[in-house]
């Protein structure tokens, strides 16, 4: 096989694809396996995406995908074309201010190693969202798609309820 039919072969194999990425568009090209996560981790630098356990289990990789919570480990960049992506950098305003609930997460000491906080945090912000003022149960119910294996869940739980009255009225 010659030169130029692997490099045809290679390039027929991508697609490019449009998202808005926390407010910015972003065209690539990519290949139809590339995992979302691996997209926005390696393709556009957002290191608040983590890879955990890749099959869906932890919830590190939770980003927004047109509002919804997704594990961005379980889909592929070519499912998101065209889609409003929002990550952990997202929250943070234009003058580097954290978002109420980073800020609530750092406060009460919501994080030991880090590894599970940016889920968490995606998680938190859509809870909050559809819920303002969740109980605990709630939260817990909220959040269990995610998993710590450091904190014991108590301080996540306190960052969430205390998140939720710095938003009050935001």
Known sequence: ???DNTASAAESSTSEISVVINGTE????????????DFLRYHCDLSGVRVG??????????????????????????????????TVEGLVDDRGALH????????????????CTSGFV?????????NPSPTREEIQTGLEDNICRCTGYQNIYKAVEAAAEKMDGV
């Open 122 to 130: 995606m998680a938190t912000k859509e809870l909050l969202e559809e």
């Open 100 to 115: 109420p609930i980073q800020e609530a997460f750092h406060e009460t000491h919501a994080l030991q190693c880090g590894f």
């Open 1 to 3: 096989m010659s030169t």
């Open 53 to 86: 356990c890749e099959h869906g289990v932890c919830g590190a990789c939770t980003v927004h995908v047109d509002g919804m919570s997704v594990k961005s480990c379980l889909g592929y960049a070519v499912q998101a074309d065209g889609a409003t992506i929002e």
């Open 26 to 37: 972003v065209k690539k090209k990519v290949e139809p396996r590339l995992k979302l996560s």
